[in-house]
């Protein structure tokens, strides 16, 4: 089955860019008919979607992050990737990269990502 | 675009029911038949229980139904059992091709 896991610093200081990969296993993320997407949660709150990429390139944003965020595929290691420019405390969360948008299953493990200098 | 509205809390006790709405707009949930639902128990990674309104991935128990009446999308849990206690949240394809989520609901077995 499709498993993912995503990785990068767990520590980013304000200002700088938050870059975090997904790898995907079991699965080309450039086949079918999926979206893959980032979603992320702050300690003690709800889920906010990031974005999603579909095997074509095309990208969707959350309207509140558009101004700031990338997400981009890299087929030839079966990877996607998330980079939040201009950090703040604000951004500090667990981040979850996932196959679909809406649907989403199957999740990553989630990565703590705390903005502090 | 804004968060869809869950109510914060709810209970039940062992085997009863309860339901857990979640409100949005023409926009999203009234306009969409992508609307999902995710258990998450603490410190765990969320857990897709009901997609597309009212289908169950399988292995999900079929205490978990899932509904839609106009903006309003519901997840009903029938047969409470003390594993159900976790938080659940909702979320629908929005407009300009945007996914929401609910604040998300904390439920309780008494």
């Known amino acids: 089955q499709v498993q993912l896991q995503e990785s990068g610093p767990g520590l980013v200081k304000p200002s700088e860019t938050l870059s975090l990969t997904c790898s995907v296993s079991g699965g080309s993320i450039s086949s079918g008919d999926y979206y893959w997407s980032w979603i992320r949660q702050p300690a003690g709150k709800g889920l906010e979607w990031i974005g999603r990429v579909f095997p074509t390139g095309t990208t969707n944003y959350n309207p509140s992050l558009k101004s700031r965020v990338t997400i981009s595929l890299d087929t030839s290691k079966n990877q996607f990737s998330l980079k939040l420019s201009s950090v703040t405390a604000a951004d500090t969360a667990v981040y979850y990269c996932?196959?679909?948008?809406?649907?989403?299953?199957?999740w990553g493990q989630g990565t703590l990502v705390t903005v502090s200098s | 675009q804004s968060a869809l509205t869950q109510p914060p809390s709810a209970s039940g006790s062992p085997g009863q029911s309860v339901t857990i709405s979640c409100t949005g707009t023409?926009?999203?949930?009234?306009?969409?038949?992508?609307v999902s639902w995710y258990q998450q128990h603490p410190g765990k990674v969320p857990e897709l229980m009901i997609y597309?309104?009212?289908r169950r991935p399988s292995g999900v128990p079929d205490r978990f139904s899932g509904s839609k009446s106009g903006n309003t999308a519901s997840l009903t849990v029938s047969g409470l059992q003390t594993e159900d206690e976790a938080d659940y949240y909702c979320?629908?394809?929005?407009?300009?091709?945007?996914?929401?989520f609910g604040g998300g609901t904390k439920l309780t077995v008494l």
């Open positions: 996932t196959r679909g948008s809406v649907t989403v299953d199957p």
């Open positions: 023409s926009s999203d949930v009234g306009g969409s038949n992508y």
């Open positions: 597309e309104v009212n």
């Open positions: 979320s629908s394809l929005a407009g300009g091709n945007n996914v929401v």
